[in-house]
C-alpha cells in the first residue's frame, strides 16, 4: 500500500512536511492536479492533490480550498510556493486546521516528474499487492479478506445473495440486504461491490467500505476471483446434523437454481438430493428465511421460490408435501412449514396430480354433474355440512337456509352419490374429494 510516507521516500521528489506530520500513514490511491479555488467536485477519497498554488490571492482563500480536501477525503496536499516566496501560512494554518498532510514541493521540481514518480509507485505497490495477496490463495475466505482489507486500507465484505454476512472485517455499516437490493437494482450505495466469480444461483458479492481508485478497484477484482475459487472448492458436509435440523425441499420453478439456493440457506445443511428445479436438504431452518429468499428472489432466473419445510425428526417426505401445498399457493416466493398445514392436507399434497383429479372424479362426479345442469350448487351445502361436522343445525345457520331445506339437500346430494352424508366413512371419501381440488 502507498502511504504519504512512501512518497517522501521516493528518489529525487525531496518532499518535505509542513503539517499534519502525524497523518504520514494515509494511503493514497491516486494524484490529482489542480488550481481551482474550490476543487471539491472533481476530488475523492484517497487522492494526493498537487497545486502550484495559483488560486492563492490573500489570506482567508486556502480556507474553502482545504476543507474542499478535507471534506472528499484527500490524502495530502503537495504544494509549490513558487510565485508567492514560500507556501503561505494561511495554507499551513488551514491544513492544521482541517488535518490534511502538506507537503512542501521544491520550486526546481516540475509537477511532471513528481505526477510520473507518484503513477509508478502506485503501479508497483498494486502489483505488490496483488501478489501477496495471491500468495494468500488457499487461504480461508476470513484470511483473504484480511489481506485485501490491510492493502486497500478499506474495511471489506463478503455478502451472500440471501443477505448474509459471510466475512467481514469490521461490522457492516448497513443492512446487508440493503447492499443486495441496492446491486441488484444497479443502484449507487456507500460501499463499492464486486461480484465474486463462479457459477452460483445464489451469488456472492465482495463489498469495500468506499469508492475505488482504478488500482484498488483492480485488486477488488482480484479478491473476487480468489474468493470465488475458495468458494468452490468448498467441501459439503457429509453427515446429517443432529438435534433441531430439519428436512428443508425447495423448488425455483423454471430454472435449476434449488441446490444453490439451499446451499445459502442453509450453510450448515446436507444436500439430499438434486434434480435441477427441486432439491432437499437437512439443516437449520433460520428464523430470517422468507426475508433471506424474498431478498434473493430478484438475483435469480427462477419466477417463483417454493419451500416447504418438515420439523425436527420428520421424513423427508413431509417436506415434499409440504412443498407441493406451497405449488398450490400464488406468490413469487411461498414457503409453507409441515406444521401449519392439517395432516389429511400433506397427504392429499403427496399424490399425484393424476390421482388426484381421478379420485375427485369417482366420488364426486354425478354431484358435479347434476350441479352444471340444474344450475345448483349442492357441492358447496355437502361441504359447508362437512365442515360443520355433520351437524344440520350448524349447517343451516351457516348457509342461511331452515334445517328442513338442508337435510332436503344432504339426502338428495347422498342419493347422487350413492353415499350416506351421515356416515363418517361416507363423510371422510366425500370430504377427502372435496379437498382434492386445493
Request: proline content about 7%; aromatic content about 4%.
Amino acid at each position: 500500500m502507498t502511504t504519504v510516507k512512501t512518497l517522501l521516500g521516493l528518489p529525487g521528489l525531496r518532499l518535505r512536511p509542513l503539517a499534519g506530520a502525524d497523518l504520514l500513514d494515509r494511503p493514497v490511491t491516486r494524484i490529482y492536479v489542480t488550481e481551482l479555488p474550490d476543487p471539491g467536485r472533481y476530488l475523492s477519497a484517497g487522492e494526493l492533490v498537487l497545486s502550484g498554488l495559483l488560486w492563492w490571492r490573500r489570506p482567508g482563500d486556502a480556507e474553502p480550498f482545504v476543507a474542499a480536501l478535507a471534506r472528499a477525503g484527500a490524502a495530502a496536499l503537495a504544494a509549490s510556493g513558487a510565485d508567492s516566496g514560500g507556501i503561505p501560512a494561511d495554507v499551513t494554518d488551514a491544513c492544521e486546521r482541517h488535518r490534511i498532510p502538506l507537503l512542501e514541493v521544491p520550486t526546481d521540481l516540475s509537477f511532471s516528474v513528481i505526477t510520473e514518480q507518484v503513477v509508478l509507485a502506485l503501479a508497483a505497490a498494486s502489483e505488490s499487492a496483488r501478489k501477496r495477496l495471491q500468495a494468500a490463495a488457499d487461504a480461508p475466505v476470513e484470511t483473504l479478506l484480511e489481506r485485501a482489507s490491510a492493502e486497500l486500507g478499506l474495511p471489506c465484505w463478503v455478502l451472500s445473495g440471501l443477505g448474509r454476512v459471510v466475512a467481514g472485517t469490521a461490522p457492516l455499516p448497513v443492512a446487508a440486504a440493503d447492499v443486495i437490493r441496492r446491486h441488484a437494482a444497479k443502484e449507487a450505495g456507500s460501499l463499492t461491490v464486486v461480484p465474486v466469480e463462479g457459477r452460483h444461483a445464489v451469488p456472492w458479492l465482495i463489498a469495500v467500505g468506499g469508492p475505488l481508485s482504478t488500482a484498488q478497484a483492480e485488486l477488488a477484482e482480484e479478491l473476487a476471483g480468489l474468493v470465488g475459487v475458495t468458494r468452490a472448492r468448498a467441501a459439503t458436509p457429509e453427515a446429517e446434523l443432529p438435534g433441531e435440523a430439519r428436512v428443508v425441499a425447495l423448488r425455483t420453478e423454471g430454472s435449476d437454481e434449488s441446490a444453490d439456493v439451499l446451499r445459502e440457506l442453509l450453510p450448515d445443511g446436507v444436500l439430499l438430493e438434486s434434480t435441477g428445479d427441486t432439491s432437499y436438504a437437512t439443516g437449520h431452518w433460520p428464523a430470517s428465511a422468507v426475508t433471506d429468499l424474498s431478498t434473493v428472489e430478484p438475483l435469480l432466473r427462477a419466477p417463483r421460490i417454493l419451500c416447504g419445510v418438515g420439523e425436527p425428526g420428520e421424513a423427508r417426505e413431509v417436506a415434499g408435501y409440504a412443498l407441493a401445498v406451497a405449488a398450490r399457493r400464488a406468490g413469487r416466493v411461498v414457503v409453507v412449514p409441515a406444521a401449519e398445514v392439517d395432516p389429511h392436507r400433506l397427504l392429499l399434497a403427496g399424490a399425484p396430480e393424476g390421482l388426484r383429479a381421478a379420485l375427485r372424479r369417482r366420488v364426486l362426479g354425478p354431484l358435479l354433474a347434476y350441479d352444471a345442469e340444474q344450475h345448483t350448487d349442492l357441492v358447496h351445502t355437502v361441504r359447508v355440512f362437512l365442515e360443520c361436522s355433520g351437524s344440520p343445525t350448524r349447517a343451516a345457520k351457516a348457509l342461511h337456509v331452515h334445517v328442513n331445506t338442508l337435510r332436503y339437500r344432504i339426502g338428495r346430494a347422498g342419493e347422487l352419490l350413492g353415499a350416506d352424508l351421515t356416515e363418517f366413512t361416507d363423510q371422510l371419501d366425500v370430504y377427502l374429494a372435496l379437498r382434492m381440488e386445493e
